[in-house]
């Protein structure tokens, strides 16, 4: 969604306010895609505090189905964006995340939206906090069953003598 900031601009005013609507349904990265579930329409502010500075404020949150780190089992996770940006356009050169914020007269909210939600990326996310992930051999989900895999781990600085043993059978 683009914002047109001709009249803040111009000088014809000095705050504007737009309801935004998040158009995207997928988030995409280089980490992967993450379907958008729920995304909430809000009003997204726009005052000059300068004479090519602004200053951008809004607050929504988005809910994104993210993998469990350890299961793999998609997990619903909002993601609360506070937004809270100054905007400079004569030091826009300087910042590569900003270059495409506000092309020509216009400010790409959506652009803005994507940035915010890199920024408050959970570290980790889990489905439960006793998940038990999946095994490592054969690749089972812990959470609904067992598996019969040997699960014993050796310390790799006996291997020697464990192919002495091996070798003597």
């Not at 992967?32 to 502010?45: A, I, M, Q």
């Not at 929504?60 to 609360?80: F, G, S, Y």
Request: charged share 25%.
């Amino acid at each position: 969604m683009l914002i047109n900031l001709s009249k803040l601009l111009s000088g014809d005013q000095e705050t504007i306010t737009e309801q935004v609507t998040l158009e995207m349904e997928a988030f995409v990265s280089s980490i992967g895609t993450f379907p958008v579930v729920e995304k909430r329409s809000f009003p997204l502010k726009v005052s000059k505090i300068g004479a090519d500075k602004f200053l951008i404020e809004g607050e929504t949150a988005v809910t994104l189905d993210i993998p469990c780190d350890r299961c793999l089992t998609p997990v619903k996770v909002e993601i609360p964006l506070n937004i809270s940006r100054e905007y400079d356009k004569n030091t826009v050169e300087e910042e590569a995340e900003d270059e495409n914020l506000i092309v020509g007269y216009n400010l790409d909210a959506e652009q803005l939206i994507y940035c915010e939600i890199l920024v408050n990326w959970p570290m980790k996310t889990l489905c439960t906090e006793a998940c038990k992930g999946i095994c490592k051999k054969c690749g089972a989900n812990l959470n609904h069953s067992s598996c019969t895999c040997d699960t014993v781990e050796l310390d790799p600085r006996m291997a020697k003598i464990r192919d002495i043993f091996n070798n003597a059978k």
